[in-house]
């Protein structure tokens, strides 16, 4: 579950990781009272105002601005809430701007310059442990980094049995080039950062830019945090922090009944259960010259209630000209999804796109004769590739 930068570095700092203050608003008028409020507990004079959505590439898209000013702060909120913001990860669409964070700036004169750094925590799925991945290069996508200069990321791998030694948060600042009180402070800024990734049970944290002010203090100037839905029943509070507008409509609506949707942009909607047979029927319709146009996996608990549910999600994609729906009736009774189909039909009205069903495993029989004597245009398969060559028939 992905939340907003102002959530997530609420999360770092309970934990102790020291962050840009700031505070979300949804008006101009609140922007002006959050930034004299800002004024007042940091002593700051200028203010950046940052869109909150969720992607990457605000400030590229304009949606991360310095005001210099209260008038500029509420010029900037009017501009920015209610705007289409663009940006390399939200595709051509964009993203409505709904909250801005007022941020205090942290960027002010000294007698050292400022220092940008990357870091991330993840974990490493080819050796079963969290990792911090880190650079020198701070402020820039980490791809570019990786690309041009790959010399310039290190990693850290962390023991999840014992958590984050005390040499190996040394070993990273070493490595960032620092000294003295930075060097301190980036002790405890690991030490926290990964404290906070292990016990909010975390996917993914990822702090970019990681800022030494000219006061050597380290601090987080953005945070995206991705938490890891299967640990939401251990953080009820965290739950709350979603944000549904953020998200996919027909994956949220998918959520409801409990199925694992991901929307593509292909021409053949997918209806499989188990997530290994959902990826080799999409690579089989990808072979006999279709696209996937979703993920769409229904569990081993599948019945007609949610297989009506994922036909209506499939068929609310314009670009859809055909549906294959291909159960394993290992768990899962085969007669019951037909049900589903059957009454998904009689619910939804003409579906005036081709079907391709395919039963196999319990109760198949029954559920191919259930179809067939629906008088409903479905179209058979027994096997895989019989499905994948109707797809290139019908498709």
């Not at 650079?135 to 990321?153: N, Q, R």
């Not at 839905?229 to 959520?255: C, I, M, T």
């Not at 942009?265 to 997530?275: F, I």
Request: net charge negative.
């Amino acid at each position: 579950m992905n939340i907003h930068e102002y959530q997530g570095k609420a999360i770092l700092k309970n934990f102790g990781v020291k962050i840009q203050e700031g505070l979300v608003v949804d008006t101009p008028e609140k922007a002006v009272d959050a930034a004299k409020e800002l004024q007042k507990a940091t002593g700051t004079t200028m203010w950046v105002m940052k869109a909150q959505i969720h992607a990457g590439g605000r400030g590229k898209g304009g949606g991360v601005k310095l005001a210099k000013s209260l008038e500029e702060v509420k010029q900037l909120a009017k501009d920015m809430i209610g705007m289409t913001l663009v940006t390399h990860q939200t595709g051509p669409d964009g993203k409505l701007v709904r909250k801005v964070l007022v941020a205090q700036d942290v960027y002010y004169p000294g007698e050292e310059e400022t220092e940008e750094y990357y870091m991330s925590v993840l974990l490493n799925r080819q050796t079963g442990r969290n990792i911090i991945m880190y650079s020198t290069e701070g402020g820039m996508d980490i791809e570019t980094v990786a690309a041009e200069t790959p010399h310039l990321i290190f990693k850290e791998e962390i023991d999840p049995k014992v958590g984050i030694m005390p040499f190996q948060a040394r070993r990273i600042a070493f490595n960032l080039g620092l000294s003295g009180n930075a060097f301190k402070d980036m002790l405890k800024f690991v030490t926290a950062l990964y404290t906070a990734y292990d016990k909010t049970d975390s996917s993914m944290f990822e702090i970019n830019p990681v800022l030494k002010t000219t006061d050597a203090q380290i601090l987080a100037v953005d945070c995206k945090v991705n938490l890891d839905d299967n640990a939401l029943f251990r953080h009820k509070d965290y739950q709350e922090l979603r944000d549904l507008s953020e998200e996919d409509p027909a994956e949220v609506e998918a959520g409801k009944y409990d199925l694992n949707f991901v929307k593509m942009d292909g021409n053949v909607g997918c209806m499989v259960n188990g997530a290994g047979l959902a990826m080799a029927t999409m690579d089989i319709i990808k072979l006999s010259g279709g696209d996937p146009a979703n993920f769409l996996d229904v569990g081993g608990t599948a019945n007609a209630e949610t297989v009506e549910a994922g036909f209506r999600i499939i068929l609310k994609d314009p670009n859809v000209k055909a549906i294959l729906l291909n159960i394993f009736g290992g768990i899962v009774r085969c007669d019951r999804v037909a049900q589903g189909v059957v009454d998904a039909y009689k619910s939804i009205g003409d579906i005036n796109i081709p079907v391709i069903v395919r039963l196999q495993g319990t109760n198949a029989e029954e559920g191919a004769e259930l179809i067939d004597k629906s008088g409903l245009k479905v179209h058979s398969a027994i096997s895989l590739q019989d499905a994948a060559n109707l797809v290139k028939e019908l498709v």
